[in-house]
C-alpha cells in the first residue's frame, strides 16, 4: 500500500509564496502520475495541477501561471510550488498519486495540509 504524506502549509499574506511536498512511502512518483487538489468550505473538491506519467501537465485555469507541480524521483517526493497567492486559494490541499487516473483522481491520497491566505 503506498502512503502519501503531505505538508507545507499555513499561513501566508495574500501575494506571498508557498511550496507544499508530499513525500511517499515507496518508488512511487517516477511509475504513477502525480496530482494535487483542494478543497475549500462549502466546495467540492478540485484539481488544481495534475502531472501525467509522460510528464504532461495540466492546471486548472485559475492557478495557470502561478503554481507548479514537480517530482524529485531520487527522493520519492512530489511538490506544488504556489506564487501569487490569493485569498481564494485558500483551501485544504492534497496529494494524489496513482497508475491511472479516475473522474475523482488517482488511486492515492495524502491527508490534507491547510493552505489559508489572508487579505
Known amino acids: 500500500q503506498v502512503q502519501l504524506v503531505d505538508s507545507g502549509g499555513g499561513l501566508v499574506q495574500a501575494g506571498g509564496s508557498l511550496r507544499l511536498s508530499c513525500a511517499s512511502s515507496g518508488r512511487t512518483f517516477s511509475r504513477y502520475g502525480v496530482a494535487w487538489y483542494r478543497q475549500a468550505p462549502g466546495k467540492e473538491r478540485e484539481s488544481v495541477a495534475i502531472m501525467s506519467r509522460d510528464g504532461s501537465t495540466y492546471y486548472t485555469d485559475s492557478v495557470k501561471g502561478r503554481f507548479t507541480i514537480s517530482t524529485d524521483n531520487a527522493k520519492n517526493i512530489m511538490y506544488l510550488q504556489m506564487n501569487s497567492l490569493k485569498p481564494e486559494d485558500t483551501a485544504i490541499y492534497y496529494c494524489?498519486?496513482?497508475?491511472?487516473?479516475?473522474?475523482?483522481?488517482?488511486?492515492?491520497w495524502g491527508q490534507g495540509t491547510q493552505v489559508t491566505v489572508s487579505s
Open positions: 494524489n498519486a496513482g497508475p491511472y487516473r479516475t473522474p475523482q483522481g488517482y488511486q492515492y
